[in-house]
């Protein structure tokens, strides 16, 4: 028969070495005899033949030979699927019987024999399950599934504990199959797995390995690569030999199963019995991620920041080669992230809330974090809510433990107050430290915001309208914000607010959008009004800032402005003129006001709401006002005044209507107002 003939050449084809060519040319001759065949034996023959063929395993390629061993079963697998789905064809015509589809399964299966060690058998029934069972093709029925799903498991199992002396590729076919296939699997299926020994081999595969990310080393080879141009721009050509070091990892098995293969370990994470192994494979973490950033920091491409990019990098590199590496540094921070967060998720919910271990693991995640941070800040992060969630359980898990967050405090801080640094690596870091700031505030005491937070934060006050440093900036406001806020920092606001006044009506509105304005207004004003520690010593010191606000109504600009931003406008943010900004500032701060100054407060903005003319941004200001008197903003006492105050006929007009409060003399001395009469 024409089948066993060519059966025939292709096992003599196998026994001898080829080249890549001709083993993918056998392998696709294979893939169609195994769909072919209709003895069992044959089927069992060429499936033992293909793991053991020196035409397919002479070649040290990687993963090229796993892959496509993978492959050629779920190719198979898919064919038989399609001879079922076949439509009958007319009488007359005979079509050549094939074998069922659990024959043909245990066929297949029985070919993964003793002759071939354990990790190929994994491939070839992983290959079987994607084919019948990947995209809920339920090809399977369910009895079969779980007998094949079981074997999976036995041979993953199987191949972990035998896979320790071999080469790099045969022990990362396993982590590379079991990412192709973990989807497919039950979830019972899941759990059998032998998550303590398959947990440090992907993290190794990952991470390590040279069929992996190299320990990030590929950021330091590429910059003997990185050249200046004759028009004196730096780029990395697309032609450069480095360069195609990074294609050929970036197209590896690995890499591309990098999404997979980290839900995978997240999964194991969740799962070891060993607590040591959760410590371990946070230690490994934060090691990798540091090499990565050293790595980076001596690359000539860290020193361009983002914002100038444009100017001294070339076309070639902007538009071919970069691309490229920041997809590939953007799924390593996925990756890494996905593993944080069943890391972290192990430190909330399990026994590893020791004083000794929370506070340790949450420090090597925040290390992790921050050697990532020129990743994370081009990006974005409060795009990747996983990323956040990793982030403020440690922030949370850490401000537990005062004096190891101050000591985390002063490991990451910049140590040079003198001034701003010039690299944008170190700039990072010193955003990833302001921004950390911002959440230990409330836990550490006066002396450590003095020491630490507040000169950082100060040289970045005083930068002005650099677009590289805004984020910075922005950071360094919401720090002095929240270190004001905090109870224990009283004294620390009475001598720092002066300055801090200064800077921010110096910033508004060039480098400070209107939102962060009015935010800071609002803060201001709550932590100054009664009950707090200040107002007992400078108890008209809201009202004065308020004064400075109210007294700059008049002249500020009516025109729509947009902020300087590195990131451009915030679409949900309504635009607003310098004028609307102020008059609304006065409105948020209201309800922080004495009860003995609100009344006095309530006229003076309600009759700055008729200075904005604009018709838009007019009502934009009413809505805000009225919320802010309806809305259950104020407290009983203070609500109680509102609605004394609104019940005024002149009042509703004024604010209905736009008639102003303010009445033109002449007046005698001491003498009642229009709105004051009894």
Partial sequence: MATDRSLATLLRALQSPSSEQDASRLLGSATILLTLLSNPLNITLLTSQLLTAPAVWFRADGLLAESRILGVFNAASLEKIAQEKTSQYPAGIRVRETLG???????VVHGADEKSPRWKHVLVIGGLLLGFENHDRNGLPKTLRRTLESAMIKATNLALQEVKDVEDSSRASIPMALGYVFDVLDASAKTQIQHDLLLPLLVETMLYSKLGLRWGYFLGTMDVDVLQDANGKFGWSPNSLSYSHVQQMASSPVFSSLGGLSRLAGFCISKV???GLVQKTS?????FTRSLCVQWRQNKLSEVDITEEQVYLNDASMRE???LLWQILKSTLFAVVIMETSLL?????DGLKSPLQAPFLAILALHTLRNLAFVSFRHGQNAFSQYNYVYMSSVDILSSYPAQAEAFLREIQDHNLSNIPE?????????FFLNAAEHFALCLPKSIADELFIPRASQYLQVGNDRRLLESFEAAHSVVLAVFSCPQNHELVIKCLPFYITTLFGAFPQELSSRQFRLAIKTIVRITAHPS????TQPILSSTILEMVSSRVKDASSAHTLPVSKHGADQTEPVLSDKATLVLSLVDSLPSLPIADLQEWLSLTADSLN???????????RQRFWEVLSNGVMDVARAQICVQWWNTKEIRKAVLHGESLIHDGPFMSGALGEISKF
């Fill in 345 to 349: 998720g192990r430190v909330i919910g």
């Fill in 423 to 431: 690299h944008p690596h170190e700039r990072c870091d010193d955003l």
């Fill in 101 to 107: 589809k659990e024959a043909w399964l245990k066929a």
């Fill in 533 to 536: 520690f200040i107002s007992e």
């Fill in 321 to 323: 080669s970069l691309p």
């Fill in 283 to 287: 230690e490994d973490l934060a090691a």
């Fill in 611 to 621: 200075s904005v003319h604009d018709p838009v941004m007019a009502e934009e200001c």
């Fill in 273 to 275: 019995k060993d607590k």
